[in-house]
C-alpha cells in the first residue's frame, strides 16, 4: 500500500519560512518524479515545484527564489523550503509521486500566512 505523508504545515506571519516533508511508504522512492501542489480555497491544484528522479527541478514562476524543493532518496522524503512566504501562498500543500501510470497523493497539508 503506497502512503504519501506530508508534515510541517501550519500559521507563519508574512516574510516567515516554513519546510514541508512528504515521507513515502510502498513505493520505489527514487525512480519517482516527486511534486508539490497547492489549492487555495476556490482555485484549482496547481503545481507549485517538481523534481525528478534525476534531480532537476521546476518550479512556478510565482514562488521561483523563494521555495526550494529537494529530495533525499535514503529517507524516501521530498522537502519543500518556503522562505519569503506570502499570503498568497495560503493553501492546502499536496505531495505528489508519479511514474509513468502511477500517480500518487498525500492527503496535505494547511499552510496559512496571516499576521
Known amino acids: 500500500q503506497v502512503q504519501l505523508v506530508e508534515s510541517g504545515g501550519g500559521l507563519v506571519q508574512p516574510g516567515g519560512s516554513l519546510r514541508l516533508s512528504c515521507v513515502s511508504s510502498?513505493?520505489?522512492?527514487?525512480?519517482?518524479?516527486m511534486g508539490w501542489y497547492r489549492q487555495a480555497p476556490g482555485k484549482q491544484r496547481e503545481l507549485v515545484a517538481g523534481?525528478?528522479?534525476?534531480?532537476?527541478?521546476n518550479y512556478a514562476d510565482s514562488v521561483k527564489g523563494r521555495f526550494t524543493i529537494s529530495r533525499d532518496n535514503a529517507k524516501n522524503t521530498v522537502y519543500l523550503q518556503m522562505n519569503s512566504l506570502k499570503p498568497e501562498d495560503t493553501a492546502v500543500y499536496y505531495c505528489?509521486?508519479?511514474?509513468?501510470?502511477?500517480?500518487?497523493w498525500g492527503q496535505g497539508t494547511q499552510v496559512t500566512v496571516s499576521s
Open positions: 510502498g513505493l520505489i522512492f527514487g525512480i519517482y518524479d
Open positions: 523534481i525528478s528522479s534525476g534531480g532537476r527541478t
Open positions: 505528489n509521486g508519479n511514474w509513468g501510470r502511477y500517480h500518487y
